[in-house]
């Protein structure tokens, strides 16, 4: 069964630093597209960012946020600072097993994190 745990969410005050992690149990990790995805209260699911081949970034956290993985131990890390209280979200990780141009739409994505809840104070 195909599990993606995300971890390293928290409250912070605006201007600091957190790094989200999710841990994904896929045989063929470094073949999936992954993504970070936010969703505010009352909002809908907001694309914060992708890799396969390249990193994508939404305008709202290009500079400040920064996506990786490390296939070898099938995670991916979301690095965010200068956060601001608009960050406020919960995070998803996500995966696509066939990798999608499309990579910002949520319903592209096969297989979806329980989501870790991020807070930015002013």
């Known amino acids: 069964q195909v599990q993606l745990v995300e971890s390293g969410g928290g409250l912070v005050q605006a201007g600091g630093s957190l790094r989200l992690s999710c841990v994904a149990s896929?045989?063929?990790?470094?073949?999936?597209?992954m993504a970070w995805f936010r969703q505010a209260p009352g909002k809908e699911r907001e694309f914060v960012a992708a890799i396969s081949w390249s990193i994508y970034y939404s305008e709202t956290v290009k500079g400040r946020f920064t996506m990786s993985r490390d296939n070898a131990k099938s995670t991916v890390y979301l690095q965010m600072n200068s956060l601001k209280p608009e960050d406020t979200a919960v995070y998803y990780c996500?995966?696509?097993?066939?990798?999608?141009?499309?990579?910002?739409?949520?319903?592209?994505?096969?297989?979806w994190g329980q989501g870790t809840q991020v807070t930015v104070s002013s």
């Open positions: 996500a995966a696509d097993s066939g990798g999608t141009i499309y990579y910002a739409r949520p319903d592209k994505y096969d297989c």
């Open positions: 896929l045989r063929t990790f470094s073949s999936y597209q």
